[in-house]
């Protein structure tokens, strides 16, 4: 049996490979490297555009529960990441060039799918179809999906951080550590005095941004432009990707736990060769002049090669409350479902886990069994049950958090200690996921 899955980023890479794996043909369509988005950069399926990071992996905090629920799963790109994974502490980061020509391998070498080139313009609801196209969905499909579910599309501004060259920054004034010192040294940190801040802070508040296009700005919580961070006060960004919290050059005697430094620019390894850095929360739609001017007021910067300045793009999500049941299957045609990004999901994570459920859906559909819904006592059913709530005021995109998981009964006492809170609620999650994994892998006996 045939299904298509229309965009081989993250959420179609893990669905085309899980239904081959499984005997299904599978017609992967792409328009990449023939049509380009301009934000992408190669023609490689499962490309990571904004950032390497796919969070921390700690099954503690909620990104590192939801990558445990879906390497559990059986995903085959979580698998892969950690095979490529670059030092950053805590966080799983990844070689995101390495990793996406593995996947390309993989895809390349499955006998069971057909990659194909080519735009996929107008939807076929006769045949099982995944669409997984991601925030950049190219406009004819999009009013062909308006066309269709008579819901109209939303939008948000997504904005891209820059990338410098490791030998190109200055380590009289930069050094390596990781907040609190734990696990390994693996963040380059810069710091700046209240002077220099407040210099940085003054040039970034007036500098030319680059014009938007088509929609009106609409910008999402969690990937927000640095410079409309700033705009909301001197003091926001000294609480956010600058604040200076848990950083400590040991190169410097002090008391530890006292603040050294008034701000902090952190910057992340990017490749695997550790030559290239992103700097951590610095998404931005600057025009390139101020951005390089803005780097050079960064202490260790001064005189760094940036080797990618910060874009911003339109990201477009659908009207998931309306158009999907909790299976992310549409409500309107049974063998028609949605995953990644485009249902409302953000995050690498989030694309790839809903990749993955979606598939294991589609699969059950097509097989006739009972699909799969998890409940709100795990991370990934948390996340499908937020963007399949039909009674949502304003329905926006969400990153996985503890704050869309059910509570859990217990010493009230004991509960105020997070740590002990969420290894519980982790448990809870990783049973229930344990249970569908038994008999997902009972089935395929």
């Not at 939801?66 to 994974?85: C, H, M, P």
């Not at 991601?134 to 308006?146: F, Y």
């Not at 158009?323 to 299957?329: D, V």
Request: hydrophobic residues 35%; contains cysteine; neutral net charge.
């Amino acid at each position: 049996m045939e299904v298509n899955i229309i965009g081989a980023g993250l959420a179609g890479s893990e669905a085309a490979i899980y239904l081959a794996n499984r005997g299904y043909t599978v017609n992967l369509i792409e328009m990449r490297p023939k049509y380009q988005t301009g934000a992408h950069k190669t023609g490689l399926p499962a490309e990571f555009v904004c950032s390497n990071s796919l969070g921390s992996s700690d099954t503690l905090s909620a990104s590192g529960l939801l990558k445990e629920e879906g390497s559990r799963l059986g995903s085959t790109l979580f698998k892969i990441a950690k095979e490529f994974s670059v030092p950053s502490g805590s966080s799983l980061s990844i070689d995101r060039f390495g990793f996406c020509e593995k996947i390309k391998e993989i895809i390349d070498s499955n006998k069971n799918i057909n990659y194909k080139i080519e735009k996929y313009d107008k939807i076929d609801t006769s045949k099982p179809t995944i669409i997984a196209t991601g925030p950049l969905t190219e406009k004819e499909l999009s009013e062909d999906i308006k066309r269709v579910f008579g819901e109209e599309h939303f939008h948000f501004y997504d904005a891209i951080a820059p990338i410098v060259e490791k030998d190109t920054i200055d380590f009289n004034k930069a050094f390596y550590a990781s907040r609190w010192d734990k696990g390994e040294a693996d963040y380059i940190n810069c710091p700046m005095t209240k002077d220099e801040y407040e210099r940085f802070y003054d040039f970034l508040i007036n500098a030319k941004k680059a014009p938007l296009k088509e929609f009106e700005a609409n910008y999402f919580e969690g990937c927000m432009p640095i410079e409309v961070m700033a705009s909301r006060g001197i003091d926001t960004l000294r609480f956010g990707p600058m604040k200076p919290v848990g950083l400590f050059d040991r190169r410097i005697e002090t008391e530890f736990k006292k603040n050294q430094f008034y701000a902090v620019v952190q910057l992340r390894q990017d490749d695997k060769q550790a030559n290239l850095y992103n700097l951590v929360g610095f998404q931005t739609n600057l025009v390139w002049g101020e951005q390089k001017k803005l780097l050079e007021l960064i202490p260790g910067l001064e005189n760094a090669k940036i080797v990618r300045y910060g874009v911003m793009h339109a990201n477009t999500f659908i009207n998931s409350p309306k158009i999907l049941n909790p299976y992310l299957q549409t409500k309107k045609y049974e063998n028609l479902f949605f995953a990644g990004q485009i249902t409302g999901v953000e995050g690498y994570s989030e694309s790839i886990i809903t990749g993955l459920y979606s598939a294991i859906n589609m699969e059950r559909y097509l097989s006739n069994r009972p699909k799969i819904k998890l409940s709100q006592d795990t991370m990934l059913g948390s996340l499908i049950a937020y963007i399949t709530y039909d009674n949502h005021k304003k329905f926006q995109p969400i990153n996985s958090n503890w704050g869309i998981v059910n509570g859990i009964d217990g010493d009230k006492k004991k509960l105020k200690d997070k740590k002990y809170k969420n290894s519980l609620l982790s448990k809870r999650a990783l049973d229930e996921i344990d249970k569908v994994k038994l008999l997902l892998e009972e089935e395929t006996k």
